[in-house]
């Protein structure tokens, strides 16, 4: 029976697991290395930014009634059933290797006081083998017990989304990789209490696999949407026409090209994956996929260098205003944006650039303009990478009049071509020759 659960990591992964767990009756002891945030949960506040449905509200409501404590004290997983470790595992493309610093340190401080019985759960993203290479021997060397004797270990890995945390893990599937038959129906029992989602049980490699692979998988198959786009663009054809009419046809279902791919997931997991085989093989088609949509912000900011050239414009001092500087529409999240690649591929040319962004706050070093038009004013372009909803609404008279040129580029199909022409303006589009 679990009762006492710690979620290790209250960010976007572990404070919605953290409330929902609270929410039925739980008690819920957040960690969280962050004095600053442990001290916002404990206000009942919200740690995440962006629109989140009925987050903030729950988090009020389990804290008000305390089934929530937020702590930077690892000395509480003595009393705990569960322990749930949701660190970051960002990856480090320079070195090629994951960046496990935050999860060695979680494991460690978990190890050091976990007690007997009690079930350790990873649902951070971890390469293949880390359970069994990293994870298993840290505990166990630690706390000198042994996993699936005297500790049970599992891996559950997330599949959160910003903008649906709670909806995501209330209904998509979860995968339960337990180190032994108990420990995944061990696994299922609790999860059972907050997801309505299948629970299919299995072993930790087996998860690990999984979950690299999906997002490998949509890596893959955004990158083919962003070749038949740049074909497109050779054809003097429409991309997006033709991924309509691919799409007619049974069983397929031609993804989005577009500006770039960012967050949290898509950029590294492949990368996760293929480390996961290191030194036994090679993986060709992922990373080809991931090195093509590593390009397309750089493309995307080529298209706009081309109409300098052809027009003899120097881009040297040009005003340049970048439109959307989230990695997704509608959300504040700016985790791998491609916008930064945009602007800095720009800047190198010596272009001065604005930002606008409805949504996203702040980012360290660029100022972030709040009101479309003013940021737009006097601009000798425009280069939308976000399909930010607001943008589908503007007033293309209006903007005309506020440019110096009315050069558009269009990162995400915000637009069409023959409209944009004929209200005068110099356009381009990514996949729209
Ligand atoms: N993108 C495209 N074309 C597409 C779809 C997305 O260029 O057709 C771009 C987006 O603009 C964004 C990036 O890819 O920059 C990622 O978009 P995403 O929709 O995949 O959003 P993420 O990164 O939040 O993906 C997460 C993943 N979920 C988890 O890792 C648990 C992903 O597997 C899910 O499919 C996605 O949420 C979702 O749709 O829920």
């Not at 009942?44 to 702590?71: F, Q, Y």
């Not at 009049?401 to 990514?430: Q, S």
Request: charged share 25%; glycine share 8%; hydrophobic share 40%.
């Amino acid at each position: 029976m679990f009762k006492n659960i710690v979620i290790v990591g209250t960010g976007y992964v572990g404070i919605p697991v953290a409330a929902m767990f609270a929410d039925k009756g739980f008690n819920v002891i957040g960690i969280n290395r962050t004095k600053d945030k442990v001290d916002l949960i404990n206000k009942g506040l919200c740690p995440i930014e962006g629109d989140e449905p009925n987050l903030p509200e729950l988090i009020k409501k389990v804290v008000k009634n305390k089934k929530l404590v937020a702590t930077t004290d690892y000395s509480y997983c003595k009393n705990a059933d569960a322990i749930l470790i949701c660190v970051e595992t960002p990856f480090d493309s320079e070195k090629w290797e994951p960046h496990y610093d935050s999860l060695k340190s979680a494991l460690t401080s978990v190890a050091q006081n976990m007690s007997k019985g009690c079930l350790v759960i990873v649902e951070s993203t971890i390469a293949p083998t880390t359970m069994e290479s990293l994870v298993k021997p840290i505990l166990e060397n630690t706390s000198k017990m042994k996993a699936g004797k005297d500790f049970l270990l599992g891996n559950c890995p997330e599949r959160v989304m910003p903008g649906k945390l709670l909806y995501n893990i209330e209904n998509l599937s979860r995968v339960c990789g337990g180190i032994n038959e108990e420990t995944s129906n061990k696994m299922l029992e609790l999860y059972s209490h907050i997801v309505k989602g299948e629970l299919y049980p299995t072993d930790c490699i087996t998860a690990e696999v999984v979950k690299t692979a999906e997002n490998a998988y949509r890596d893959v198959e955004i990158a083919f949407a962003n070749e038949v786009a740049l074909i497109c663009e050779k054809l003097g054809i429409n991309v997006y026409e033709v991924r309509e009419l691919v799409n007619k046809a049974p069983y397929r279902n031609m993804h989005l090209p577009g500006a770039g791919v960012g967050g949290h997931c898509l950029p590294k997991d492949s990368l996760l994956l293929s480390y996961g085989v290191k030194g036994i093989m090679k993986p060709e088609l992922m990373i080809l996929a991931r090195n093509l949509n590593k390009k397309m912000p750089i493309h995307t900011a080529g298209l706009l260098l081309n109409i300098f050239k052809e027009k003899g414009i120097n881009v040297k001092g040009k005003k340049i205003t970048v439109c959307g500087f989230a990695y997704l529409e509608n959300s504040d999240d700016t985790r791998n944006t491609p916008a930064l690649d945009v602007i800095n591929t720009l800047k190198e040319k010596g272009a001065v650039i604005q930002v606008h962004d409805p949504f996203v706050k702040s980012y360290e070093g660029i100022e972030i303009k709040k009101n479309f038009y003013e940021s737009i004013d006097g601009s000798d372009a425009i280069i939308f990478v976000t399909a930010h909803s607001e943008y589908k609404k503007v007033d293309l008279s209006k903007i005309k009049k506020l440019m110096n040129t009315p050069i558009i580029i269009d990162g995400r199909n915000i637009f069409e071509k023959e409209e944009m022409i004929k209200k005068g303006f110099i356009y381009k589009g990514v996949g729209k020759g």
